[in-house]
């Protein structure tokens, strides 16, 4: 491994400038056309073009839980993993589609707010507190403390200093509003999709020199032959892997909840696109799904390089931490590879993914908790000015909570990006269902709703431990559980959601119906007219375009 070099250092400053002063430029820009208002600041208000709400909305989701995580399960399980994000590709679409176009026509700013229009204020309140801890505790910690812990292994900085740096660089974006985010997310992304894509590049060409050739084509082509089993789809039911990615289940079951829930129901991903028009918004949504088509490339081919060159010896012991293989650590050794000044493009890259992250979560933290829960729980009559400074505030304070919290919750000892999906996945079942009947039947009630919340929760965790309680052998021959090494039958996380989801949607139509007999009515259902789900010919092409090279990919490495 090279040492991080002065030219890599000068790579990585020109980046941190370019985006530094480019976000000010935005900031001052800003500053003298639309002033102070709230929802300029949290929503960037009419003013992000679709290439910005594009390359924000993947700059949000691709961070170290992608760069270190999935290349770590590319490493452990192969190309089945980046499921993930080819699914993210369709679910961009129908977001685009239907979800959107009932969030704008209806004003919608934060998620919570949706819930209070459609179930009430209990339901809002609590889903808002609920969505703050998350945003906090888990997602804003995780990719604080996995992004330091990278970046520290490379740099050969201390963790804490790296911490702090990433959550002051992230503080200082926020700081600027949703327009700053949005305009440098485009800067952020090309880092990220350059720098990962070179990176690729690089250990493909390491991989070709396994076979005495040269060159990324070559290795390609070397990695595909030898590690075949790495470039299976869909997994086998005999395959180790199957509890993480089981089967039809990635395209039939399960990975619609994880992806409806994020890309539809997520105030961090959303909120890209709530301030502009429609056709602004389905545009930008498009082009995210197109870039998340790449992500496989970037994220997921460099965790199973680092397979083959760990299987040739290529990485000697570096793969291993205690003694114990860490698949985590493939994406980072691969930076350490890498030659002087790419490395810096490198290390600019996993940065950007980072702090672009960091700051997204941030700003949607500090947009619920001001207009949500400050403005109509404590200060109804706050300026706009006022709500800014709140939000700011909340930003600062969530940053600092996060670098105080993140070393105290073992986020390194507990697994990477499979991990994260699976708890993740525990409340997203009834988050989607009742994000889903909220839009689509008028009848269903604040108390159904309520059920979903902790319906759904509850589900999740009695599917998870069941297999302790009870023998669930008979799920085994129609595919819903598999035997663990113990012979205890256990049902896959992505199936415990699939299962959940539809308790769930039966429990709100049964309470809901209960209640109409009872007399009780709540007129709170949403006037859909089904002329708001046309789209452009040229939108119309774009999604035919994902829809063939989604088919070709799955027909070609079933």
């Given at each position: 491994?090279t ?9 990585f400053l020109?980046?941190?400038v370019?985006?530094a002063?480019y ?7 800003r500053?003298?056309?639309?002033g102070?208002a ?6 960037a208000?009419g003013?992000l ?19 270190i ?5 590319g490493y ?7 499921v ?11 977001v685009?589609v239907?979800f959107?176009?009932?969030y704008?026509?209806h ?8 819930l209070?229009q459609r179930y009430g ?7 808002a507190?609920?969505?703050?801890g ?11 403390y ?5 970046i ?7 963790l804490l200093?790296c911490?702090?740096f990433l959550a ?10 949703m327009k700053?985010i949005g305009y440098?997310d485009?800067v952020q ?5 350059v720098?990962?894509l070179v990176t690729?590049?690089?250990?493909l060409?390491?991989?070709a020199a396994?076979a ?12 595909y032959?030898s590690?075949r089993?790495h470039?299976d789809?869909?997994l086998?039911r ?5 509890m993480?990615?089981?089967g039809?289940?990635?395209?039939l079951?399960?990975?619609w ?5 994020y890309?539809g129901?997520?105030q ?8 502009a ?10 082009f995210?799904a ?18 083959a060159?760990d299987r ?7 793969m291993?931490q205690g ?12 930076l350490?590879l890498?030659?002087s ?8 890259a996993?940065?950007?993914?980072v ?6 979560k ?6 619920i908790?001001?207009l949500d829960?400050y403005k109509?729980?404590?200060n ?8 800014v ?5 909340t930003?600062?304070?969530s940053m600092?909570l ?5 070393p ?6 507990q697994?990477?990006?499979q991990?994260?999906q699976?708890?993740?996945g ?7 269902a009742m994000?889903l009947m909220g839009?689509?039947w008028?009848?269903?009630?604040s108390?159904a709703?309520?059920?979903?919340t902790i319906g759904?929760l509850?589900?999740?965790?009695i599917?998870?431990?069941l297999?302790t ?9 129609i595919g819903?559980a ?7 039958a256990?049902i896959p ?9 539809f ?14 007999q009872?007399?009780?009515k709540e007129?709170?259902g ?5 002329a708001l789900f046309r789209?452009?010919?040229?939108f119309?092409?774009?999604?035919a375009v994902i ?5 070709a ?6």
């Amino acid at each position: 491994m090279t040492a991080f070099s002065t030219l890599d250092t000068i790579v990585f400053l020109v980046y941190f400038v370019l985006v530094a002063g480019y976000g000010i430029w935005v900031y001052k820009r800003r500053q003298g056309t639309s002033g102070l208002a709230s929802h300029d600041y949290f929503l960037a208000e009419g003013s992000l073009t679709w290439w910005a709400i594009g390359a924000s909305l993947i700059a949000s989701n691709i961070s170290a839980e992608q760069f270190i995580g999935m290349s770590g399960s590319g490493y452990r399980i192969g190309m089945a993993i980046a499921v993930y994000e080819l699914m993210a590709a369709a679910t961009l679409v129908i977001v685009a589609v239907f979800f959107m176009p009932v969030y704008l026509k209806h004003h919608i700013y934060t998620m919570p707010q949706f819930l209070e229009q459609r179930y009430g204020k209990a339901v809002a309140t609590t889903m808002a507190l609920f969505w703050l801890g998350l945003y906090v505790v888990v997602n804003l910690t995780s990719i604080l403390y996995l992004g330091a812990l990278a970046i520290s292994s490379l740099s050969g900085i201390a963790l804490l200093p790296c911490m702090l740096f990433l959550a002051i660089f992230a503080a200082i974006i926020t700081l600027g509003g949703m327009k700053v985010i949005g305009y440098t997310d485009v800067v952020q992304v090309t880092c990220l999709v350059v720098g990962g894509l070179v990176t690729t590049w690089l250990a493909l060409d390491l991989v070709a020199a396994l076979a005495k050739g040269h060159g990324a084509l070559q290795g390609l082509t070397e990695l595909y032959s030898s590690t075949r089993g790495h470039f299976d789809m869909v997994l086998a039911r005999d395959n180790q892997n199957y509890m993480d990615l089981p089967g039809l289940s990635i395209l039939l079951g399960g990975m619609w909840i994880v992806n409806l829930n994020y890309w539809g129901c997520n105030q961090y991903i959303t909120q890209r696109a709530l301030g502009a028009d429609l056709p602004t918004a389905r545009k930008g949504l498009l082009f995210a799904a197109f870039l998340k088509l790449l992500m496989p490339v970037i994220v997921v081919l460099p965790g199973i390089a680092a397979f083959a060159l760990d299987r040739s010896g290529a990485l000697g012991d570096a793969m291993r931490q205690g003694g114990e293989l860490n698949p985590d650590r493939a994406y980072p050794i691969l930076l350490g590879l890498l030659p002087s000044g790419l490395k810096g493009v490198a290390f600019a890259a996993l940065t950007a993914a980072v702090v672009a992250s960091l700051a997204g979560k941030a700003n949607s933290i500090a947009t619920i908790f001001t207009l949500d829960l400050y403005k109509k729980r404590f200060n109804q009559g706050a300026s706009e000015q006022r709500m800014v400074w709140i939000g700011r505030l909340t930003v600062v304070a969530s940053m600092l909570l996060a670098v105080l919290i993140a070393p105290l919750l073992g986020i390194d000892k507990q697994g990477g990006f499979q991990y994260i999906q699976e708890y993740t996945g525990f409340v997203s079942p009834g988050i989607l269902a009742m994000f889903l009947m909220g839009f689509f039947w008028k009848k269903t009630t604040s108390g159904a709703a309520m059920f979903a919340t902790i319906g759904g929760l509850v589900g999740s965790i009695i599917l998870k431990f069941l297999p302790t309680m009870t023998d669930l052998s008979f799920l085994v021959p129609i595919g819903f559980a598999k035997a663990n090494a113990a012979g205890v039958a256990e049902i896959p996380f992505l199936d415990r959601m699939f299962i959940v989801f539809f308790v769930v949607v039966a429990g709100m139509v049964l309470i809901s119906k209960l209640a109409e007999q009872r007399g009780h009515k709540e007129d709170k259902g949403l006037e859909i007219d089904t002329a708001l789900f046309r789209v452009s010919p040229g939108f119309a092409f774009g999604t035919a375009v994902i829809g063939v090279v989604l088919v070709a990919v799955y027909a070609l490495w079933w």
